[in-house]
């Protein structure tokens, strides 16, 4: 049921669509200069980039663009001469061009996988043209950046066609033309450069228009409004320019309040979608600094406690879990590992604030930091790594020397939950800066209903299952009809030990998981107790996923060797099966693609209630153990020493 507020809204908004529709928006005699103010001089940045690795990947890249082969979502796609802007190349399905509220963008039948289509019409790889005619002087990449503009201005007429279909894409083509023009724009014609800014004055219009307050009050509001300020912010010439510049800074700043929790996380519970939005709040803070306007204290107290998050999450390994979805894109330059671009967040946070609290390599500063806010050195960084607890996003961050833990007891995101996955109490393990457990990652949205169920379902993640049925119930792809509850029941650290106590009750089959976690850090030991209990006694198949990033060296007795000094033990009487490749199997390090991956699946069917227990030894002794179960809890036998864990209730 909507609102009378939200009904008055979306009819001042369609209307105003209709009358823009048939008599577009225009521009008598745009003016602007180039490059922008507010945006530093992108001469020093490139006179400090000529020569580092970053620039020659951006002129391979430019090069592949050069003669159609885009790279998008990690992979690559050729379009051939003429380049049909409203097509998913990857299915081969093209769509028309009908007015944009007539568009089933969800319906893969009918226009290919939405994201495949609007990945490439975000115009990233238009600034790759810039940057690489910058870094090399040759003309090709700017006429190449000519001609595609024109083309798709000819093939995507205002407001018809799927390009027209999200806000969010709008307000991302926006800011890739921001970009085009800051180091481009001295080169266009006159003409040329009249009917550039006056698109662009039209997808200024458009995002004043359909703003996702009541859609999607999320990082596609936050993505809008950062848009929507900088061309107020940097256009100042443009009509309603200061309106604009107002209105989207207002939104930024109310989004930090409602989308960002007190201890720093997203509110999504997505690792990606929190680098999503802490790159949209990074640069609208850059965009500010640039303009020499004033930083609001509340603002940049939770984007200092975002970076804090987001510094636990990667860890000594640098690398960023895939907690919840991931949809592959990225604010600014969307090429290379997907794990690995939150590095260049933590770069420009350090920056920004010129600050040793996040750690970064000096090629971090390259990708965004450098293009954002001019060529800086900030303080050299300071590792910092303890084990915390992020109480708002329920996520544990375990620490023990080389050995590093991030365990998920929070609830699914508000509302319907949309980017949230069944994967309460999972766990993901690092060992000297090496993934072992793995979260496989989201894949995809709507290319393949079964495939999107299972990567968000409660056997992709390592947690628990009971009857195949998920914590949750879907609820179409992009949201939840019943969500678990969550409760965390207590946290500790020390210097000896961490312990996470968490239990969740699957809705609505009233199954209740309950899983503690025991860090014993000084002995290098690892104790997962899980028990499952039911409004039923049974039989019930309880399975229980470890997701490895690599298949055990070596696998006998329950013992399983994961790495160089790392074991994953379990008792012997307890049935676990190494799969190589199944439907409890595989990865997705990018969106659209799969790759296999192994999974130790600990399996039993019994009578509730039901106790497994796990042991991780990362002690680097000779001879491992065995596991044995009591009544009082589980004792872990390692040469001849026994190490005690009364976890059991």
Not at 245 to 255: D, F, K, M, S, Y
Not at 529 to 552: C, K, M, R
Not at 579 to 603: K, M, N, Q, W
């Amino acid at each position: 049921m909507r609102s009378p507020q939200e009904i008055l809204f979306r009819l001042r908004q369609e209307a105003a669509n209709y009358k823009h529709l048939f008599a577009a928006p225009g521009l008598a005699r745009p003016e602007a200069p180039a490059p922008l103010p507010g945006l530093p001089d992108p001469q020093p940045v490139v006179d400090r980039l000529r020569e580092t690795p970053i620039a020659r990947e951006i002129e391979r890249l430019a090069a592949l663009v050069l003669e159609h082969r885009f790279p998008i979502f990690g992979g690559e796609i050729s379009t051939g001469p003429q380049i049909d802007w409203r097509r998913d190349y990857r299915n081969n399905i093209s769509s028309g061009a009908s007015y944009f509220r007539r568009i089933p963008y969800l319906d893969f039948a009918r226009v290919g996988d939405h994201k495949q289509v609007w990945e490439l019409n975000r115009h990233q790889h238009l600034v790759l043209l810039a940057q690489a005619f910058r870094f090399t002087g040759r003309s090709q990449f700017l006429e190449e950046l000519w001609l595609e503009l024109e083309s798709w201005w000819k093939a995507n007429p205002y407001l018809r066609g799927i390009n027209w279909t999200s806000a969010l894409e709008v307000a991302f083509r926006s800011l890739s033309w921001i970009w085009v023009y800051h180091l481009a724009g001295d080169r266009m014609t006159p003409q040329f450069r009249q009917i550039f800014l006056a698109n662009l004055y039209r997808h200024g219009c458009y995002l004043e228009r359909n703003l996702s307050i009541y859609f999607s009050p999320n990082t596609h509001l936050l993505g809008e409004a950062l848009a929507l300020h900088a061309l107020g912010l940097l256009f100042p010439s443009l009509p309603f320019a200061a309106r604009r510049e107002r209105t989207g800074g207002r939104i930024v700043a109310a989004q930090m309040d409602s989308q960002i929790h007190t201890d720093g996380s997203h509110f999504e519970q997505s690792s990606y979608y929190h680098v999503y939005a802490l790159d949209m709040f990074l640069l609208h803070a850059a965009l500010l600094r640039g303009a020499r306007k004033p930083l609001p204290v509340a603002f940049e107290s939770k984007l200092k406690r975002m970076l804090d998050y987001l510094a636990a999450l990667l860890g000594r390994s640098r690398l960023l879990p895939f907690l919840g979805d991931d949809d592959g894109g990225r604010l600014f330059h969307p090429y290379g590992r997907r794990d690995c671009f939150a590095r260049a967040t933590l770069a420009t946070g350090a920056v920004l604030f010129e600050s040793a609290d996040w750690f970064y390599d000096q090629s971090d500063l390259y990708e965004q930091a450098f293009w954002w806010m001019g060529v800086a050195e900030p303080p050299a960084p300071i590792h910092r790594a303890a084990s915390c607890l992020f109480r708002d996003a329920g996520i544990a961050v375990m620490q023990a020397g080389a050995f590093e833990l991030i365990a998920d007891a929070g609830p699914f995101g508000p509302g319907s939950a949309g980017h949230s996955h069944s994967d309460t109490l999972s766990l993901v393990i690092r060992f000297d800066g090496k993934e072992v457990l793995i979260d496989p990652g989201a894949y995809t949205y709507v290319a393949n209903p079964k495939l999107r169920n299972w990567f968000r379902g409660s056997s992709a993640p390592n947690t628990v299952r009971v009857d195949g049925v998920d914590e949750g119930v879907a609820a179409g792809p992009f949201g939840w009809r019943h969500k678990p509850a969550v409760e965390l029941i207590k946290w500790s650290s020390s210097l000896e030990a961490d312990f996470l106590d968490a239990r969740c009750r699957y809705a609505p089959a009233g199954f209740v998981h309950r899983r503690r976690i025991l860090l014993l850090k000084q002995t290098g030991v690892l104790f997962v107790h899980d028990s499952v209990e039911g409004p039923a006694p049974g039989p019930h198949l309880i399975e229980q996923f470890w997701h490895l990033n690599t298949s055990p060296a070596h696998g006998t007795e329950g013992k399983f060797q994961l790495g160089q000094n790392l074991w994953l033990v379990v008792p012997r009487s307890t049935p676990a099966e190494l799969i190589e490749d199944s439907e409890h199997g595989g990865r997705s390090l990018v969106f659209g693609d799969r790759t296999p991956a192994p999974v130790l699946r600990v399996h039993r069917a019994s009578a509730l209630p039901v106790e497994l227990w796990t042991v991780f030894d990362f002690s680097g002794e000779a001879v491992v153990g065995a596991v044995e179960v009591s009544r009082d809890g589980a004792i872990y036998e390692r040469n001849g020493r026994q190490i005690e864990s009364r976890l059991a209730p």
